[in-house]
């Protein structure tokens, strides 16, 4: 699903106003109508207070207020008086408000604020994707008298004073508690930093024309349950160990064998044929006790093969100098579908020159932290969000750049993931997105067919294991492992 930006979302706007067709008051109405409906199933019985800014999101508060009235419900209109001019339809949805016997009370200064006592469900109808600005004067007031109080507020839209495309960090803007988006998700909607403001997130289908979305570019999109399922691959029936790839991951050191072993099990679970671990001499018998079907190698051994179909570098390995050395040398001798995460991603930003040398379509995976200690201090997620889709221009790899939405960047486009949860905020989930991600590209799968597939499965199998016993404290990354078997039926299926 793709994301437009603001100027986008006002061309599809008027191509459907103009392919349907459709009057721009009653693609208004149907907005109008998609919220009501959910606000009446949300909140039957309750008072409104609707702020209605001038633009179109003013309008379609407008709108909403005479439903709400038409259907009995008790309902107080502000308009603030601010200097921009009225839209067409906001006029004419005053008009029809007036007609339908509502009254919209002006406001102008502080003093005329109303009270808000609680219980009320209060509608942030006052800027939407037409923000262009920061918030001042009697509107600031309102947002600040909304933050201050404590009703459920509902945006419409946005939260008043968000931008659609770039970081809102600093910016006045509603806190809300629901906001009720129309049509797609937006791009201001996979920041973390927003979430705190846009609350519970309701994407709204208003009927918008689809085949606009169809032939629009963007850089930025969201993965769909389709698109996956479009990538998975059949398992053939004749098919023996040696078809489905021999993994190789480099993984563990003392202290750190859980994460060579998280990685070995979710790689198995992700259909490897054959998997070698090559971990530190100390933890070698721990990981063949608890992952019985992988084989070992000592890293002492220098030698490697080239006959892995995949190698997966970084959990637990350690950074040390022997570490060091090893990584160097396999980028030096090997052409190997590669990934880099966590050790070998700190080793990467400590000798930033082997960046030129990694193989076509490595995957690196990053969170945060990891991608500014390799691709230097960003100062907002927009910012790291644009430097990852920057990056993969300048380069020929897939980053991974973990997060709630985690975003996979790949030749000058940006892909966020829309499974998972909160309860995989625990050591070791990147450890099994690791060895998921080796299996696949073992198995063939490209980098970023592999990168897209295996970050929707491994947050599928978090959203899994929550549905079977979890729960989001609960969780852990070997129960991720355990559902995965659930998440791969459930794409099939
Ligand atoms: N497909 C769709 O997208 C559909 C969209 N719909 C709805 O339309 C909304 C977009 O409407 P919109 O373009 O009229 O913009 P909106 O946000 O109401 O306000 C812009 C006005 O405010 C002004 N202004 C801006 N910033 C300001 C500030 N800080 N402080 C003060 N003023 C400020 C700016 O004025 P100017 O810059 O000219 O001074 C302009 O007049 C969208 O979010 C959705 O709710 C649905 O009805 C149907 C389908
Ligand atoms: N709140 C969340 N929602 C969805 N996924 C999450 C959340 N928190 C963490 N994850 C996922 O869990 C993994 C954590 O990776 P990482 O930070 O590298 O952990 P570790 O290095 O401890 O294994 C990532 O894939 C990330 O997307
Ligand atoms: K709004």
Redesign the pocket.
């Known amino acids: 699903m793709k994301l437009p930006d603001?100027q986008q979302?006002?061309a599809?706007?008027a191509y459907?106003i103009q392919q349907e067709p459709v009057s721009?008051t009653d693609?208004?109405e149907?907005?109008?109508m998609a919220c009501t409906g959910w606000l009446l199933t949300h909140f039957n019985n309750r008072e409104f207070m609707i702020f209605c800014?001038?633009?179109?999101?003013?309008?379609?508060?407008l709108?909403i207020a005479r439903l709400l009235l038409q259907h009995g419900c008790a309902v107080k209109i502000f308009l603030p008086q601010?200097?921009?001019?009225?839209?067409a339809?906001?006029a004419v949805n005053l008009l029809r408000l007036r007609e339908a016997g509502g009254n919209a009370v002006e406001i102008s200064t502080r003093e005329e604020l109303p009270h808000i006592t609680q219980g009320i469900i209060v509608i942030d109808?006052?800027?939407?994707?037409?923000?262009?600005?920061?918030?001042?004067?009697i509107?600031a007031d309102i947002v600040n008298h909304l933050n201050n109080s404590e009703a459920v507020v509902v945006s419409?839209?946005?939260p008043?004073?968000m931008l659609v495309h770039e970081s809102s960090v600093g910016r006045l803007m509603v806190k809300a508690a629901y906001t009720l988006s129309?049509?797609v998700y937006k791009l201001c909607f996979m920041a973390a930093a927003n979430a705190a403001f846009f609350g519970r997130l309701v994407v709204l289908d208003?009927g918008?024309h689809p085949l606009f979305l169809h032939q629009l570019d963007t850089v930025y999109s969201m993965t769909t349950k389709e698109k996956t399922v479009s990538l998975l691959k059949d398992r053939d029936a004749f098919s023996h160990k040696g078809t489905h790839g021999h993994a190789l991951l480099i993984a563990g050191n003392k202290g750190k064998a859980g994460a060579a072993i998280l990685a070995a099990r979710a790689c198995l679970r992700t259909g490897a044929g054959l998997l070698t671990v090559d971990a530190a001499e100390t933890i070698i018998d721990i990981l063949q006790t608890a992952v019985p079907e992988a084989m070992t190698k000592d890293r002492r051994e220098k030698a490697f093969s080239n006959r892995f179909s995949a190698i997966g570098a970084g959990p637990g390995m350690g950074t040390g100098k022997e570490e060091t050395d090893l990584l160097t040398g396999l980028l030096n001798d090997t052409d190997q579908p590669l990934i880099l995460d966590a050790d070998a991603l700190t080793i990467l930003s400590v000798h930033k020159q082997l960046l030129e040398q990694l193989p076509p379509g490595t995957i690196l995976t990053p969170h945060p932290k990891e991608f500014d200690r390799v691709f230097g201090a960003c100062s907002h997620e927009f910012d790291r969000w644009n430097r990852a889709v920057a990056l993969s221009v300048r380069y020929p790899f897939v980053i991974v750049l973990k997060g709630h939405h985690t975003l996979i960047a790949w030749q000058g486009k940006g892909m966020f993931n829309n499974t998972g949860n909160a309860g995989m905020a625990k050591g070791g989930s990147g450890d099994v997105l690791t060895g998921m991600l080796t299996a696949l590209l073992a198995q063939g799968y490209t980098a970023h067919d592999a990168a897209i597939l295996g970050v929707w499965l491994h947050g599928l199998a978090g959203d899994l294991a929550l549905m079977q016993q979890q729960s989001l404290e609960s969780l852990l990354p070997s129960d991720l492992i355990d559902s995965i078997g659930a998440a791969f039926n459930s794409l099939r299926g």
């Not at 109808?125 to 004067?137: C, D, K, Q, V």
């Open positions: 603001a979302l006002k599809w706007d459907t721009s693609l208004m149907r907005a109008a800014g001038k633009g179109n999101n003013g309008g379609d508060g709108a601010t200097a921009n001019p009225v839209s339809d906001h109808a006052l800027y939407g994707s037409g923000m262009n600005r920061p918030l001042e004067g509107v419409i839209d946005l008043s004073g129309f049509q208003i918008l």
